[in-house]
């Protein structure tokens, strides 16, 4: 079985700019988070969507929106990049049994610089 | 969720058991005590979780203190490939919320 899957896995932008970043879920998952990882830090939860809805969100600047599709894959937008958006952004997909989240299974990231 | 405290780094022989302790004084009664690693450049991986049992896995053992104040994550017989950031979290019971809040984990480096 596939697991999560992520696109672009590097990526060059410059200041102002935008990007989307995009995740496919392992199968059966319907939950979908982003994380960002800026160097020698732990991941930080951006988002959440479950059945197509944002559950969660943390502390970004409305700079940062997502969507989840009916196929359960989803897109991460930044727009008008600052060079502190330079990061590894990680998806991660869960199962969601009986209204409760299992274990996160997490993707190998897309590597964003911004020059 | 509860804050956790872990050393920045620890090694350990091959072939040997790799103790990583993580300290949760705060931790409530219904929140679980997680563990990922992230090796290199990749993305975390689940490890093991536990309520107040000790827990076993293909992986790992996890050995929560009666107190549940702290815990240990023990890999029996460390390889170099378990040279990773371990990250020891705590998650309450939030439902179909996936959010893992991450410190800044424990360096494992596993010698020859």
Known sequence: ?115 | DAKTTQPPSMDCAEGRAANLPCNHSTISGNEYVYWYRQIHSQGPQYIIHGLKNNETNEMASLIITEDRKSSTLILPHATLRDTAVYYCIVRGPTGANSKLTFGKGITLSVRP
């Open chain 1, 1 to 115: 079985d596939a697991g999560v899957t992520q696109s672009p896995t590097h990526l060059i932008k410059t200041r102002g700019q935008h990007v989307t970043l995009r995740c496919s879920p392992i199968s059966g998952h319907k939950s979908v988070s982003w994380y960002q990882q800026v160097l020698g830090q732990g991941p930080q939860f951006i988002f959440q969507y479950y059945e197509k809805e944002e559950r969660g969100r943390g502390n970004f600047p409305d700079r940062f929106s997502a969507r989840q599709f009916p196929n359960y894959s989803s897109e991460l937008n930044v727009n008008a990049l600052l060079l502190g958006d330079s990061a590894l952004y990680l998806c991660a997909s869960s199962l969601i049994r009986d209204r409760v989240s299992g274990e996160l299974f997490f993707g190998e990231g897309s590597r964003l610089t911004v020059l």
